[in-house]
Nanobody, 120 residues
Framework: QVQLVESGGGLVQAGGSLSLSCTASGSVTGIIAMAWYRQELGKQRELVAR?????????AASVNGRFTISGGGANVLNTVSLQMNSLKPEDTAVYYCNAYFVLGAPRDYWGQGTQVTISS
């Protein structure tokens, strides 16, 4: 079992910056990747950025060059942060922390979500 606690988010004007953080607890040795997803009202949840335990990073095309994901932990991957710069109104969404866990049957764990609102 893994628990994810998110912090950050809020309201900022277009062009501004925000950061999100997420900390995992529980069986963190089973986590091989952590990510941020976002979901706009009435739309499907989409991947924003992902970092693997080996340090590999990937970004959605819509945020590449503006967002930076970082992962950390002492010999494990149990924290992930997302620095969001040059924010646009279309970045407005609920952002969810995700951990991909592979001990036993692989599964995803999710945080509770945090609202990010960008005003124009």
């Amino acid at each position: 079992q893994v628990q994810l606690v998110e912090s950050g988010g809020g309201l900022v004007q277009a062009g501004g910056s925000l950061s999100l953080s997420c900390t995992a607890s529980g069986s963190v040795t089973g986590i091989i990747a952590m990510a941020w997803y976002r979901q706009e009202l009435g739309k499907q949840r989409e991947l924003v950025a992902r970092v693997s335990r080996g340090g590999r990073k990937e970004y959605a095309a819509s945020v590449n060059g503006r967002f930076t994901i970082s992962g950390g932990g002492a010999n494990v991957l149990n924290t992930v942060s997302l620095q969001m710069n040059s924010l646009k109104p279309e970045d407005t969404a609920v952002y969810y922390c995700n951990a991909y866990f592979v001990l036993g049957a692989p599964r995803d764990y999710w945080g509770q979500g945090t609202q990010v609102t960008i005003s124009s």
